[in-house]
C-alpha cells in the first residue's frame, strides 16, 4: 500500500518532478493490475449448466471439486464496486467504477438536493449525453446517509430435517462445498438460521418431544430426538464454523406434543388446553436448554409457526392454534415469565410468526386482551407468503411499536395453491420475487430477512404431507452435487454485502421513473445500494451521493446490482 510519506520519500531519489509522475503512475497502474488480477483468481466462476427449458435461466452446479465462489471488494475511496446477477446468466459479476463530480456552479450540483417538481423531471432527463435514452428510463436518486432508519440484523435459512437429510446425503467435501457456499467468507455469509422445536411437515414423519407418558405437564420425558442428534445439529454446528461472524439462531414451534392439544392430533382445528400453557412453555425452555447442552445458542425464539392454521384448518401439516387474546395471555402469564426468569432471559420472544395480512389482527387484538404481553415481546415476526397486502402495514406496525424488531422469519416460492409447478428448476421469476419481497420488507423496518428450507431434493422434499416446495439449492445426491438455483443468487445480493450493523438510511426519487431501491450504510462507512431492474428494457440509474457527486450505471433487463460506494 502506498502513502504520502512513502511517495514523498520515493520522490527524493527522483532526477525531475516529470520523472517522478512517469515512474509514480507506472506503479499505481501496476498494483491496480495484480490487484484485479489476484480478485480475479480468487472467485471462480458460475460452472452453468443451461436447462434447455423456456423461460428459465442458467443454474449453478457444485460437487465435491467444485463450487462458485464470491469475494466482497473493498473499495478504495472514491470508488465503487457493482456486482451484477441477471435472467441472462451474470452470476455476481463484478465492475469497477470511480465516483464523478460537477463543478459546485454547475446547475446539476443543485439538483441534488432540490426536490424537482413533475414539470422539472418532464423537462430534462440526467443522461442526456447518451443515446436512447429518455425520462422514460432514466432514474435518479439522492442518498442521505444523516436520514437514517433500522439496524439490520442479516440473512439466512433454516435447517429442518429435510435440508439436513438432503446435506446428509452429499459426500464429506461435496458437504463442506454446501456449507461454505452460504455460510463462508467465499460464500453468501448468512449470519442467521431458523430451525423448528421438533419436527415441521419438512419431516420425514410428524412428531414432537415428550410424546409420552400421556398428560405429562411436567415434562419427565424431554429429550431430544435423532433428527436433532444427527441431522440438524451437526448441520447448524458445521454453519457456525464455518462463518466468520455470530450466526443467529431463531426457533419456533409447529406443534406441542398432541396431548396438550384440544383436538390431541397433529394437524385440524386444535389449542393448548388451558391445564398445560404452563407446560407449553416449559417446552419451550427445554428447547433451549438442551441445544445449550450442544453448544449451540437460540438467539430467539416464536410463538408458534403460523398460529392461523390451528384456526382455520386449511393446512396438513403440523400446527397449532391461537386467536389473539390466548396467544397475548399465554405470553403475559406463561411464556415471558419463563424466559425471563430463565438463566437463557436474553433470548428474544418475537410474537405471531405469520402472514403480512394477518399481523395487525394479532398484535392489536393481543393488546386489547392483554396489554402485558409486550412487556416480554421484543419483536413481531413475518412469513412472507400471501403478500398481496401492501408493505406499507409493517411501517405501521413499526410506528405503533417502536421498541419492536421485525423478523421475516420464513419463505419459499411453490407453496401457493395456485402454482402450476412446487419446483421450478433455473426460475428467473421467483429470485425476482426474493428480491422484491426482501426490498420491500426491509424499506419497511424489518431487520432480517430468513429464507426457508437451506436446500430439498429435485422434488422440493422430503415432506411427510405432500407439501414440496422450491428452494435456492436442490440437491442430486446421485450425482454428488448440488445445483444453485437463480433464488441463491437473490439472497446472496443483500446477504453478501449489507452486513450486520448496517443502517438503512434514505434514498429520494428525484425522477419521473423509477426502480426497486434499498441503501444501507455499513459499519465500515460505505454505502450499500441494491437496484432492481424488473423491467423488459435497460434502465439507466444516477445516484447522487452528495450535491457534487454521483455515479451512473446501466441495469439490464430482469437484472438486479449491488453496488458498495466508499464515498468518504
Given at each position: 500500500?502506498?502513502?504520502?510519506?512513502?511517495?514523498?520519500?520515493?520522490?527524493?531519489?527522483?532526477?525531475?518532478?516529470?520523472?517522478?509522475?512517469?515512474?509514480?503512475?507506472?506503479?499505481?497502474?501496476?498494483?491496480?493490475?495484480?490487484?484485479?488480477?489476484?480478485?480475479?483468481?480468487?472467485?471462480?466462476?458460475?460452472?452453468?449448466?443451461?436447462?434447455?427449458?423456456?423461460?428459465?435461466?442458467?443454474?449453478?452446479?457444485?460437487?465435491?471439486?467444485?463450487?462458485?465462489?464470491?469475494?466482497?471488494?473493498?473499495?478504495?475511496?472514491?470508488?465503487?464496486?457493482?456486482?451484477?446477477?441477471?435472467?441472462?446468466?451474470?452470476?455476481?459479476?463484478?465492475?469497477?467504477?470511480?465516483?464523478?463530480?460537477?463543478?459546485?456552479?454547475?446547475?446539476?450540483?443543485?439538483?441534488?438536493?432540490?426536490?424537482?417538481?413533475?414539470?422539472?423531471?418532464?423537462?430534462?432527463?440526467?443522461?442526456?449525453?447518451?443515446?436512447?435514452?429518455?425520462?422514460?428510463n432514466s432514474v435518479r436518486l439522492r442518498l442521505f446517509t444523516?436520514?437514517?432508519?433500522?439496524?439490520?440484523?442479516?440473512?439466512?435459512?433454516?435447517?429442518?430435517?429435510?435440508?439436513?437429510?438432503?446435506?446428509?446425503?452429499?459426500?464429506?467435501?461435496?458437504?463442506?462445498?454446501?456449507?461454505?457456499?452460504?455460510?463462508?467468507?467465499?460464500?453468501?455469509?448468512?449470519?442467521?438460521?431458523?430451525?423448528?422445536?421438533?419436527?415441521?411437515?419438512?419431516?420425514?414423519?410428524?412428531?414432537?418431544?415428550?410424546?409420552?407418558?400421556?398428560?405429562?405437564?411436567?415434562?419427565?420425558?424431554?429429550?431430544?430426538?435423532?433428527?436433532?442428534?444427527?441431522?440438524?445439529?451437526?448441520?447448524?454446528?458445521?454453519?457456525?464454523?464455518?462463518?466468520?461472524?455470530e450466526v443467529k439462531i431463531t426457533a419456533s414451534c409447529w406443534?406441542?406434543?398432541?396431548?396438550?392439544?384440544?383436538?390431541?392430533?397433529?394437524?385440524?382445528?386444535?389449542?393448548?388446553?388451558?391445564?398445560?400453557?404452563?407446560?407449553?412453555?416449559?417446552?419451550?425452555?427445554?428447547?433451549?436448554?438442551?441445544?445449550?447442552?450442544?453448544?449451540?445458542?437460540?438467539?430467539?425464539?416464536?410463538?408458534?409457526?403460523?398460529?392461523?392454521?390451528?384456526?382455520?384448518?386449511?393446512?396438513?401439516?403440523?400446527?397449532?392454534?391461537w386467536m389473539p387474546s390466548q396467544m397475548a395471555t399465554w405470553?403475559?402469564?406463561?411464556?415471558?415469565?419463563?424466559?425471563?426468569?430463565?438463566?437463557?432471559?436474553?433470548?428474544?420472544?418475537?410474537?405471531?410468526?405469520?402472514?403480512?395480512?394477518?399481523?395487525?389482527?394479532?398484535?392489536?387484538?393481543?393488546?386489547?386482551?392483554?396489554?402485558?404481553?409486550?412487556?416480554?415481546?421484543?419483536?413481531?415476526?413475518?412469513?412472507?407468503?400471501?403478500?398481496?397486502?401492501?408493505?406499507?402495514?409493517?411501517?405501521?406496525?413499526?410506528?405503533?411499536?417502536?421498541?419492536?424488531?421485525?423478523?421475516?422469519?420464513?419463505?419459499?416460492?411453490?407453496?401457493?395453491?395456485?402454482?402450476?409447478?412446487?419446483?421450478?428448476?433455473?426460475?428467473?421469476?421467483?429470485?425476482?420475487?426474493?428480491?422484491?419481497?426482501?426490498?420491500?420488507?426491509?424499506?419497511?423496518?424489518?431487520?432480517?430477512?430468513?429464507?426457508?428450507?437451506?436446500?430439498?431434493?429435485?422434488?422440493?422434499?422430503?415432506?411427510?404431507?405432500?407439501?414440496?416446495?422450491?428452494?435456492?439449492?436442490?440437491?442430486?445426491?446421485?450425482?454428488?452435487?448440488?445445483?444453485?438455483?437463480?433464488?441463491?443468487?437473490?439472497?446472496?445480493?443483500?446477504?453478501?454485502?449489507?452486513?450486520?450493523?448496517?443502517?438503512?438510511?434514505?434514498?429520494?426519487?428525484?425522477?419521473?421513473?423509477?426502480?426497486?431501491?434499498?441503501?444501507?450504510?455499513?459499519?465500515?462507512?460505505?454505502?450499500?445500494?441494491?437496484?432492481?431492474?424488473?423491467?423488459?428494457?435497460?434502465?439507466?440509474?444516477?445516484?447522487?451521493?452528495?450535491?457534487?457527486?454521483?455515479?451512473?450505471?446501466?441495469?439490464?433487463?430482469?437484472?438486479?446490482?449491488?453496488?458498495?460506494?466508499?464515498?468518504?
Open positions: 500500500m502506498f502513502n504520502l510519506e512513502i511517495i514523498q520519500l520515493s520522490s527524493t531519489y527522483l532526477q525531475s518532478s516529470q520523472m517522478a509522475v512517469l515512474r509514480l503512475g507506472f506503479v499505481l497502474t501496476a498494483v491496480l493490475f495484480t490487484t484485479s488480477l489476484t480478485n480475479s483468481e480468487q472467485d471462480l466462476p458460475c460452472r452453468a449448466r443451461n436447462l434447455g427449458i423456456e423461460g428459465r435461466s442458467i443454474v449453478c452446479v457444485c460437487d465435491a471439486n467444485y463450487c462458485d465462489t464470491i469475494t466482497r471488494e473493498d473499495p478504495s475511496r472514491g470508488t465503487y464496486v457493482v456486482y451484477t446477477s441477471s435472467d441472462s446468466g451474470k452470476r455476481f459479476e463484478k465492475s469497477f467504477g470511480q465516483i464523478q463530480t460537477v463543478a459546485l456552479n454547475d446547475p446539476e450540483s443543485t439538483k441534488a438536493d432540490k426536490e424537482p417538481t413533475p414539470k422539472e423531471m418532464l423537462e430534462k432527463s440526467d443522461f442526456d449525453g447518451q443515446e436512447n435514452t429518455t425520462i422514460w444523516n436520514t437514517r432508519y433500522q439496524t439490520i440484523e442479516g440473512f439466512g435459512g433454516s435447517v429442518t430435517d429435510a435440508a439436513a437429510i438432503n446435506w446428509r446425503k452429499l459426500s464429506d467435501a461435496a458437504q463442506t462445498q454446501f456449507i461454505n457456499t452460504y455460510f463462508g467468507p467465499k460464500g453468501l455469509e448468512y449470519n442467521m438460521i431458523r430451525v423448528p422445536i421438533a419436527g415441521a411437515d419438512f419431516s420425514t414423519h410428524p412428531y414432537t418431544y415428550n410424546e409420552l407418558p400421556w398428560n405429562d405437564g411436567a415434562l419427565t420425558n424431554y429429550s431430544l430426538s435423532d433428527e436433532d442428534l444427527f441431522l440438524k445439529l451437526p448441520m447448524i454446528r458445521r454453519s457456525l464454523h464455518a462463518a466468520n461472524h406443534s406441542p406434543p398432541i396431548w396438550m392439544k384440544t383436538n390431541e392430533r397433529i394437524t385440524g382445528f386444535g389449542q393448548v388446553k388451558r391445564e398445560f400453557y404452563q407446560s407449553y412453555a416449559d417446552y419451550h425452555l427445554r428447547f433451549i436448554e438442551e441445544y445449550a447442552k450442544a453448544n449451540v445458542k437460540i438467539w430467539a425464539i416464536t410463538t408458534t409457526n403460523e398460529p392461523i392454521n390451528g384456526i382455520v384448518p386449511a393446512a396438513p401439516f403440523n400446527s397449532l392454534g405470553i403475559a402469564n406463561n411464556l415471558g415469565p419463563t424466559i425471563r426468569n430463565s438463566p437463557f432471559n436474553d433470548t428474544l420472544i418475537l410474537a405471531v410468526d405469520d402472514q403480512r395480512y394477518l399481523l395487525h389482527f394479532y398484535v392489536i387484538g393481543m393488546e386489547r386482551a392483554e396489554p402485558k404481553a409486550f412487556d416480554y415481546i421484543d419483536g413481531i415476526a413475518i412469513h412472507y407468503y400471501g403478500n398481496f397486502a401492501p408493505a406499507q402495514l409493517l411501517t405501521n406496525i413499526q410506528n405503533r411499536y417502536p421498541d419492536k424488531i421485525l423478523l421475516s422469519t420464513e419463505a419459499c416460492e411453490g407453496a401457493m395453491p395456485w402454482d402450476a409447478m412446487r419446483v421450478e428448476i433455473g426460475s428467473w421469476r421467483r429470485a425476482r420475487n426474493y428480491i422484491t419481497s426482501i426490498l420491500q420488507d426491509l424499506n419497511n423496518f424489518v431487520v432480517g430477512w430468513i429464507d426457508w428450507n437451506l436446500c430439498l431434493s429435485p422434488t422440493g422434499g422430503p415432506n411427510w404431507a405432500d407439501n414440496f416446495v422450491d428452494s435456492p439449492i436442490l440437491v442430486y445426491a446421485e450425482d454428488d452435487e448440488f445445483i444453485k438455483n437463480p433464488m441463491f443468487y437473490a439472497m446472496g445480493h443483500f446477504s453478501k454485502f449489507i452486513p450486520r450493523g448496517s443502517v438503512r438510511i434514505l434514498a429520494s426519487r428525484r425522477s419521473i421513473m423509477t426502480i426497486e431501491n434499498l441503501a444501507v450504510l455499513t459499519p465500515q462507512g460505505n454505502m450499500v445500494v441494491v437496484l432492481h431492474n424488473r423491467n423488459n428494457r435497460d434502465m439507466n440509474v444516477r445516484l447522487d451521493i452528495g450535491t457534487t457527486r454521483y455515479i451512473q450505471l446501466v441495469l439490464e433487463p430482469h437484472s438486479v446490482k449491488t453496488i458498495e460506494i466508499n464515498h468518504n
